[in-house]
Nanobody, 123 residues
Framework: QVQVDESGGGLVQPGGSLRLSCVASGSIVSMSTMAWYRQAPAKQRELVASYRSDGTTNYADSVKGRFTISRDNAKNSVSLQMSSLKPEDTAVYYC?????????????????WGQGTQVTVSS
């Protein structure tokens, strides 16, 4: 069982900045990809940014140049630095962790989600 916990959401004015943090814990053997998704009201969940184990990062076009994802492999953590925030960035942001964990019977793949943290951009 791998648990994912996010923190750092809140209310910010347009043009402001926020930093989201996420930590995965449990019997983790290897971590493949850690990513941030978001879901706005009445919209589907979308990928915001991802960080693969080989160091490759990927961003949604809507956040390129404004958001930066970083990862600490030793801590199984990932952060999202968000700058120049816009009202359309308002959403619940979810952290996702994909990898392999250990169980009594061997290794087992996991694809775990956090509960989400609200980001509201409004004046």
């Amino acid at each position: 069982q791998v648990q994912v916990d996010e923190s750092g959401g809140g209310l910010v004015q347009p043009g402001g900045s926020l930093r989201l943090s996420c930590v995965a814990s449990g019997s983790i053997v290897s971590m493949s990809t850690m990513a941030w998704y978001r879901q706005a009201p009445a919209k589907q969940r979308e990928l915001v940014a991802s960080y693969r184990s080989d160091g490759t990062t990927n961003y949604a076009d809507s956040v390129k140049g404004r958001f930066t994802i970083s990862r600490d492999n030793a801590k199984n953590s990932v952060s999202l630095q968000m700058s120049s925030l816009k009202p359309e960035d308002t959403a619940v942001y979810y952290c996702n962790a994909v990898g392999a964990g250990s169980t009594r019977s061997g290794y087992l793949a996991f694809d775990s989600w956090g509960q989400g943290t609200q980001v509201t951009v409004s004046s």
